[in-house]
């Protein structure tokens, strides 16, 4: 389907698709094995200034908005959703800085992100504040001109190699969501320390720690927007990175989708090759309408939130509910599609099936997104 | 410093097709890359000017779609481009090509180094290359698997051979062919992209150059194709069963009958 992309988002897509086939896709297998976080491919994508496509070009970026971010983590995700993640999680560190840094601030960090010098990293889930991000613990207490943070960030992605930290941490508890601030904390701030690795499902590139403060002092300069702008700045932070997940979410199922119907071509049952009993075919036609279906809603999403409109929380909800469900649905029959085949890890798409179940949990749930979805449509209707 | 590479559009295929009636490449229908092994002239060229400095000039005689091909060598790193394009250049052997390569360095004026892929996957005849530096009278190197050591006057290359390499010292400048061995290219960057497309590439027909007519083209080359074909394949082997003593008896009879 032609989604009317610019000669440049064009050219975005062909490069980065051009990364997953040559350099992603043979090594995918090795890194779900191993665990270990893809450092060349990071290096690969760097020097292709794909991290640079959502960053204005004032701060060396390529000017581009969500919908070019998007294009990127789709294509990477057709070859590993996992590897794919330290590109689209440093995108979710570096949308706080976009949206609510100040121009120093922005000048100082954006830079480094859209060379792919530095990763990027968000920090807001803990240990008791999941979907409900409003119990959150860790503290930051003023001290002259630094914060003193104390307290334990958890599963958070790209945490020990990403340099750039955006942590959202409670500057007066006394005031609830609003008494929580955002501050940027730079790797090696003495009092920042790592946690173990997480041994994970899916996504098993993509590196998930915890992220420790212990009296860690962070200059008041790295306070992002003012104190109590906390909690807007990561519900905007998600407003604008959920097409991300959401597209995440569809080149996982792509690329599930892409092995199934080349398997269902050549494997040979019954004397033909299995794309020929309908049962099959109509098993692709649905996969396929799906997925063309989710990306259409995830382009529509990152074009609304490119565009400024004053609230995309509704849309960017749904095109990351629909397209993480999608997926769930897609890898799953896709393995089915492989039958005993598509259970064995010598084959590629049991490990689609395991990245794809993440898209329905981190940035939110499939119930938060629903929760954000009604919120709004109730808001709407009470409006006319 | 001033490097020049030379790279040729190939057909992107491993399944080549010939016209069996003209004995040319059947073009039709097949996309047209940068020869595989220019693709590690461009990547050296683009690596020794990032390390000294200087630009490189990217050459290719071929038909106009070539054009494509240069900018995508401008998108790896190349600085400029130059289309050395004419019907009169049709038909052109190795000697013919290299000659007007030649004469195309000539009119380019200075530079310091010209590097080339070993061969073409198509023609894979490995010739013009170092017919490239015999017209222009200067030293050449095939088959660089590593640039040791290079200086404004001189370059210390690694050159490969069947049984471990050889290491040359050569005055530049000097024309150095290349194996796949000696780097692994990068792709292409955005930046590199966006450069690409809007870069002009210089172009140059027969006249511009000045050459001799007489030596362009088919007229200028010295070798006719009579024949190209596709040898029948092998006949499948045979495996001799039984005990050893037997099974060598046998043989020595097998080995005979075939002139050794």
Known sequence: ?384 | MHIIVCIKQVPNTTDVRIDPVTNTLIRDGVESVINPFDAYAIEEAVRLKERLGGKVTVITMGPPQAENALKEAISLGCDEALLVSDRKFAGSDTWATSYTLCAAIKKIGAFDIIICGKQASDGDTAQVGPGISTHLNIPQVTYVKKIEDISATAAKVERMTEEGYDIIETPLPCLLTVVKEINTPRLPSLRGLMKAKSAKVLKWNAQDLGADPRSLGLDGSPTRVIRIFTPAPRKGGEILKGDAADISKELVELLKDVVV
């Open chain 1, 1 to 384: 389907m032609d989604y009317l992309l610019t000669e440049q988002q064009v050219m975005i897509r062909d490069l980065a698709r051009k990364i997953a086939d040559e350099k992603i896709k043979p090594v995918a297998a090795h890194y779900d094995e191993t665990e270990e976080f893809a450092w060349p491919i990071m290096k690969i994508l760097a020097e292709s200034d794909l991290f640079g496509v959502y960053i204005p070009e004032k701060y060396g970026g390529l000017g581009g908005g969500i919908l070019d971010m998007c294009i990127v983590t789709e294509e990477l995700s057709r070859a590993c959703g996992g590897i794919a993640l330290g590109f689209a999680g440093t995108g979710l560190g570096a949308i706080p800085i976009l949206l609510y840094g100040s121009e120093e601030q922005k000048g100082r960090f954006l830079p480094d992100i859209a060379k792919g010098k530095r990763l990027a990293a968000f920090c807001i889930t803990e240990a008791g504040a999941g979907s409900d991000a409003g119990s959150i613990k860790m503290n930051a207490v003023k001290d002259g001109d630094h914060y003193v943070l104390n307290g334990t960030k958890q599963w958070i992605t790209n945490a020990g190699e990403a340099e750039i930290y955006t942590v959202i941490a409670m500057t007066d508890k006394t005031k609830g969501t609003r008494g929580a601030s955002a501050f940027i904390v730079e790797k090696g701030t003495k009092g920042m320390d790592f946690g173990k690795k997480e041994k994970k499902l899916g996504i098993r590139a993509s590196a998930t720690r915890e992220v420790i403060f212990t009296d860690c002092r962070v200059p008041a300069a790295n306070l992002i927007s003012k104190e109590g702008m906390g909690f807007i700045v990561a519900l905007k932070t998600f407003d604008n990175s959920r097409p991300g997940v959401a597209a995440q979410a569809v080149g996982i199922a792509q690329g599930a989708l892409d092995h199934a119907a080349q398997y269902a071509r050549t494997r040979v049952q019954f004397g033909q090759p299995i794309s020929g009993f309908q049962a099959i075919g109509h098993m692709l036609a649905d996969m396929g309408t799906q997925v063309e279906a989710a990306r259409a809603l995830v382009y529509a999403a990152a074009r609304m939130v490119d565009s400024g409109a004053k609230s995309v929380a509704k849309e960017s909800a749904m095109a990351k509910l629909f397209a993480s469900e999608v997926a769930m649905k897609v890898t799953t029959d896709a393995v089915q599609i492989f039958g005993g085949y598509g259970y064995m890890r010598d084959y590629p798409v049991e490990k689609y099936m395991r990245d794809a179940k993440i898209t329905q949990i981190y940035e939110g749930t499939s119930q938060v997104q629903r929760n954000v979805i009604a919120a709004n449509m109730i808001k709407e209707s009470l409006k006319k």
